[in-house]
Every structure is written in structure tokens, then in C-alpha cells.
């Protein structure tokens, strides 16, 4: 939880400034971590390609052990 919460601060300061946040909801047991974004962040066109591009990225690049990421309130539209 530690290396993820590292992570995620990398990029939150690019959220923050958008009036947005994200927060981890949970590791599971098979190293799949579950985040919701909050603020901004829940309704923006963008969410998309911020998780894609910004989130998934940093925490597949700085947690190896996570296995994937998964958001839980939007769906991914690739």
C-alpha cells in the first residue's frame, strides 16, 4: 500500500490542480487495485485517458507487484 500511495502522489498534483483527487478503494488479494476518482476528476471527459496515461502508468512503472488497475466508478471506453 505504501509503494502505491507513493506513486499515486506523483500524479496527484496534476489532478489537485484541476480540482480533482483520486483514492485507492482497494488491493485484492490477486494484486488488482481498485482507485476511485473524486472532485473533478468523476465527471471529466478526460478521466479516460488521465487513467490510461497518468494513473495505470505510475502505479504499473512504480508497483510491479499490482497486477492491473481498475477504476470503479467510470467504465473504460478503449
Known sequence: ME????????????LNADGGDLSVVEITDENILHI?????CSSCSMNNMTFKNGVEDAIMRLVPEIRSVEPVNFSLTF
Open 3 to 14: 509503494k502505491v500511495v507513493a506513486a499515486l502522489d506523483e500524479i496527484r498534483p496534476f
Open 36 to 40: 476511485e476518482f473524486t472532485g473533478a
